[in-house]
């Protein structure tokens, strides 16, 4: 994929996955993200905060949940060299309380991305894109908007021939040059 970057928020530490707390070294995101690199060939950037959230599960959508509320944008660790050079950006992240965490909202407000393509992927347990796309419309209103795919973090390995499907599409929709 020519002139595309993947951004993408991800967190290690301990997850709810299946039913049953587990430690991941790499968040399910990441691991998307990745996977989506190979396939794509895409540059890749992580969103940072400076603070990230615990790594305690519980401890982390407690205060996913009140940035959320209270519509909290943490500072980053850094943004891309040159968003200028891309066409398309993936946007990766899990989803919180039925939308992107933070941090994502934090780079979409940094980011200018008018003119550019997003396809957003999520990583989920159970509640799909949540209305993270409705709001990413909103936080980018003069980007296109993909349609997006949602991923079962537990199911990750099982999903290669959806994401896949997914990027072939991306191309076939013109997200590419």
């Known amino acids: 994929m020519d002139h595309a ?8 530490g301990q997850h709810y996955i ?4 587990r430690y991941l070294e790499t968040g399910c995101a990441e691991q998307a993200a990745h996977i989506l690199h190979t396939l794509t060939g895409a540059d890749l950037f992580r969103i940072e905060p400076v603070a990230d959230y615990p790594t ?14 209270r519509g909290v944008r943490p500072a980053l660790k850094g943004m891309p060299q ?6 398309v950006i993936l946007l990766g992240y899990p989803n919180f309380w039925g939308t992107m965490p ?4 934090t780079f979409l407000g940094q980011a200018d991305l008018a003119g550019k393509t997003v396809c957003p992927f999520c990583t989920h347990e159970g509640d799909g894109m949540g209305r993270s796309e409705q709001e990413l419309k909103q936080l980018c209103p003069a ?13 990750i390995a099982f999903e290669m021939a959806a994401i896949r499907d997914w990027a072939e599409s991306i191309i076939r929709l013109g997200g590419s040059r």
């Open 18 to 21: 299946d039913g049953a707390f």
């Open 56 to 69: 305690d599960y519980c401890r982390c959508i407690d205060q996913a949940r009140q940035d959320i509320l």
């Open 143 to 155: 980007a296109k908007v993909l349609p997006g795919l949602p991923i079962r973090g537990s199911e």
């Open 82 to 87: 040159n968003l200028r050079q891309y066409d």
């Open 102 to 105: 933070a941090p994502v909202c």
């Open 5 to 12: 970057l993947i951004a993408y928020y991800s967190r290690s």
